[in-house]
């Protein structure tokens, strides 16, 4: 009785070697490409918030694209560009890097821009909340442009910035399509969680299948569950 | 060079502003118009939050030229907006501080002066979700008289709130203007919180300025540019003269003549500043035995129509002073009223109005 309730122990005994790896590696790919996110989204969907430029539809629609395209399109087009006649692909090789198709970083790369939209609009809309007033009071108070969007934009968008973070991070968890025809299938390099079900499946694995599909809901849940527990509660303390 | 002067010019459909404005750097001086007269364009103008055409100079300073444009971090001044806009996040102090950290000679002695001044102290660590509309509007009114800056716009500060928190406000406002540190721009619609509160005027109509001068002048004016209505009428400033212990009253001598009012606490050699409404004007030929104490000899100055068709206002000269009275038509006529015409006024009422130093 005692045992069952070792998390570790359990862990290894129901889920294989190879299934632990495509965890650590789905989570190492979720981490990166939501950091990743974090740095290019949140001047784009401040952009997006505040212009009035004509340009806002067209960023908008580039930026929500990848909402509406089966991700066998985007990831078709990426391998083209990241393929050694691509224009990425000739640009890397120039520069003597290995090729992205195939590689954890070809996995970031597609990663970052399949799951722009989960970072960008709910940012944008934590933005737009905001409104001018807070910045406009924050001149009147000596700060800078750039000094307002750190002490006061961010601090109010917080719950925004919690929300795009988590869905950001298990979007690409859950990222199957683009993995599978910019990543293939290769053990510890860009099979993810979500291939080794496929691979289970096709294998006829069923139990294995299982238990690592029961484990992805699971921590799904878990980490949504803590997140919509704690949000509430900051956005009422401020 | 003394003062604020600036002129603005913006072009927007169905709306253009051209003002010129100067006013000085003391006291407070009241914007006042109808909705959507460019009164708060103006403010934010100043503030640098719009950027229009035009040329801004606060007591010496350079604000907005052809040449450079201060942007609003880098301008002397406090804006207390209709909304008390308080960073959410922040408590009451932290809010107050928001301002001075960010400047270089920030006195901490003006923190506390802003918070014993707007009796703050019981409220600095809460949110600013936990405070009332008037307590929050109070907290925002000390941000930016912390910051003692050379112009301080107020932008219809009291508008948001209703009566009862109104009344919490105007007191904690008029010990800002008796201390006459911090010179106001103050943007209103209510002729009360001009007459409680404002030194100088400037009227504004259809992003046009109508008038602009001091209080006095512009309020006794005979084609007032304000439809003041019922808060037609003069500021008489002058010093306390003479006291009667017996009756509780004390003498007001202005300029031209002399008014007793209900003795306060005021002492001898003070300067006081009384409202006199037009409506508590009468006029006689003959003084003769009334409840009414305070009975001028004056002479009629003009006679104009007011905005009822049944009433007119007719400005008389004490000596240097100008006071309003409202009539009926009828009365004018019955007493066959005419410019020159030397009479007796009474004064039914007197409203002490503070004053600064």
Known sequence: MLECCHFPFTLDSVLSKSDLESIGLTIRLASTVTLILLVIGTPVAWWLARTKSAWKGVLGAVVALPLVLPPSVLGFYLLMAMGPAGMVGKLTQALGFAPWPFSFGGLVVASVIYSLPFMVQPLQTAFEAIGDRPLEAAATLRASPLDAFFTVAIPLAFPGFINACVLTFAHTVGEFGVVLMIGGNLPGVTRVASVQIYDHVEALEYQAAHHLALFMMFFSFIVLLGLYMWLPRTSRES | ?357
Not at chain 2, 29 to 52: M, W, Y
Not at chain 2, 87 to 114: C, I, T, W
Not at chain 2, 207 to 232: H, K, N, S
């Open chain 2, 1 to 357: 060079m003394d003062g604020i002067h600036g002129d603005f010019y913006l072009k927007r459909p169905g709306f253009v502003l051209d003002v010129k404005l100067a006013f000085p750097a003391r006291g407070v001086t009241a914007l006042f118009g109808p909705s959507g007269s460019g009164k708060t364009t103006i403010l934010r103008c100043i503030a640098g939050l719009e950027r229009v055409v035009g040329r801004l100079r606060v007591g010496g300073e350079v604000w907005q030229d052809a040449e450079q444009w201060k942007p609003p971090h880098q301008r002397s001044l406090g804006y207390v907006f209709q909304e008390a806009s308080l960073f959410a996040h922040l408590s009451v102090l932290d809010n107050l501080r928001y301002g001075l950290k960010r400047m270089a000679a920030a006195e901490p002695k003006n923190l506390e002066q802003a918070i014993d001044l707007l009796d703050l102290s019981p409220l600095l660590s809460r949110k600013p979700a936990k405070l009332s509309g008037g307590e929050r509007q109070r907290a925002a009114i000390a941000r930016a008289v912390a910051l003692s800056p050379r112009l301080l716009l107020m932008d219809e500060p009291l508008a948001s709130l209703d009566f009862s928190r109104k009344q919490e406000i105007l007191p904690y406002l008029e010990r800002l203007h008796q201390l006459r540190e911090i010179p106001i721009l103050y943007v209103t619609h209510s002729a009360d919180e001009i007459v409680r509160l404002a030194d100088h005027l400037m009227v504004i109509d259809q992003g046009r300025m109508v008038a602009q001068g001091p209080l006095g002048e512009i309020m006794t004016g005979l084609e007032p540019p304000v439809r003041l209505d019922e808060f037609a009428g003069t500021i008489v400033e002058g010093v306390i003269g003479a006291k009667d212990s017996i009756f509780y009253l004390a003498r007001l001598d202005f300029p031209g003549g002399s008014l007793w009012l209900v003795d306060d606490g005021l002492t001898l050699g003070d300067r006081v500043r009384v409202r006199v409404l037009a409506r508590d004007v009468s006029l006689t030929m003959e003084p003769g035995q009334s409840s009414i104490h305070n009975v001028l000899r004056g002479q009629i100055d003009g006679i104009v129509a007011d905005n009822h068709p049944g009433l007119v206002l007719v400005r008389i000269r004490v000596g240097e002073t100008i006071f309003l009275a409202r009539l009926t038509k009828r009365a004018a006529q019955d007493l066959l009223l005419g410019v020159g015409q030397q009479l007796w006024m009474q004064v039914s009422h007197l409203g002490l109005v503070p004053l600064g130093a």
